[in-house]
């Protein structure tokens, strides 16, 4: 190989040339993706060695993002100043910097109000990864694990394995209920209907004495009466449990314990029906056909006596 061969050979890495700009493209993806697995494993190593859980995990991932974002635009600025193209038009787009900025801040305001929703998620902390939260989301409320916070998002994932992904800017500025707030202890309240001829001391007795006998029910409130409806009484049973998820199955085994124990004691649970009733037609009513006709009422009148006007009215 001689000097002329390398020097051809060197002239197409110049920024100048396309094969020049591909290669020195591709060595700054090479470089970027080993700054951000750098980054994401120095990250890591942190984590592992924090027993304690001394530092918030959701402001470690979130940062872990930013500097990760924040590594590929430096690597996008560092090629456009080394491609001579690209830093013209660069220097063009500086140029006309008022008009961009205006078509670019219109067009990334909803991603801008994102990014900075989530520092403020990060910075304000009202909940962290792992916390279960009770959000209004535009399918209803919404109540699922916090599983990540991005650039952009937050994601849930709730009960059924779902995941819901509600935007920063939303979830910051909607009300939430952190189910996994320092005071775990959760009071269920349990609504229960019995009838009006019901004895309402011997069904009040049965609830509680239902209550005492799950385990999942740390302490009873009470069971007052709570509405008298047009059909029902209803009582509303309050109990605690140890968080929200216990109480949502102690819910639901009340529910049935008392059913088993209304019905053994003969106390009914009002509910709606309809009652259709067949009236019998007689036997020559149910032979005729029904005949439609229009009946016009008539009145009669003693005959008029005395002068008749013009009017047609006697006096």
Avoid at 224 to 233: A, E, F, G, H, Q
Wanted: net charge negative.
């Amino acid at each position: 190989m001689n000097w002329t061969n390398v020097e051809n050979w060197t002239a197409h890495l110049h920024p100048d040339r396309w094969s020049g700009a591909l290669i020195i493209l591709a060595l700054f993806i090479f470089l970027g993706l080993v700054l951000s697995r750098l980054i994401k494993h120095m990250i890591r190593m942190v984590v592992e060695r924090d027993h304690d859980n001394r530092l918030d995990r959701m402001a470690i991932a979130f940062l872990s993002k930013v500097a990760s974002a924040f590594v590929w635009i430096m690597i996008l600025m560092f090629y456009a100043h080394m491609i001579p193209a690209l830093d013209r038009l660069a220097t063009a787009l500086l140029a006309s910097v008022s008009v961009a900025s205006v078509v670019f801040g219109l067009a990334a305001q909803s991603t801008l109000s994102n990014f900075v929703a989530g520092f403020s998620l990060i910075f304000y902390r009202p909940f962290q990864l792992g916390d279960k939260l009770q959000i209004n989301a535009p399918a209803g409320v919404e109540t699922g694990i916090v599983e990540d916070v991005s650039l952009g998002y937050t994601i849930l994932k709730t009960y059924d394995n779902r995941r819901v992904i509600i935007s920063n800017s939303a979830i910051s500025s909607t009300t939430m209920v952190n189910l996994s707030a320092r005071e775990l202890r959760t009071m269920a309240i349990i609504p229960i209907s019995i009838g009006y001829d019901a004895d309402i001391d011997k069904a009040r007795s049965l609830i509680l004495e239902v209550a005492s006998g799950i385990s999942q029910i740390e302490d009873i409130a009470g069971c007052p009466i709570t509405t008298l409806n047009s059909s029902s009484v209803d009582f509303s049973l309050r109990v605690w449990c140890a968080d929200s998820g216990i109480a949502a199955g102690a819910k639901n085994e009340v529910l049935e314990a008392v059913k088993k124990r209304f019905d053994a004691a003969g106390i009914e649970i009002p509910y709606s029906y309809q009652n259709v009733v067949i009236k019998e037609l007689p036997e020559h009513a149910q032979a005729t056909p029904p005949v439609t006709s229009t009946t016009t009422a008539t009145c009669d009148l003693p005959p008029r006596s005395g002068p008749v006007n013009e009017g047609g009215i006697g006096f």
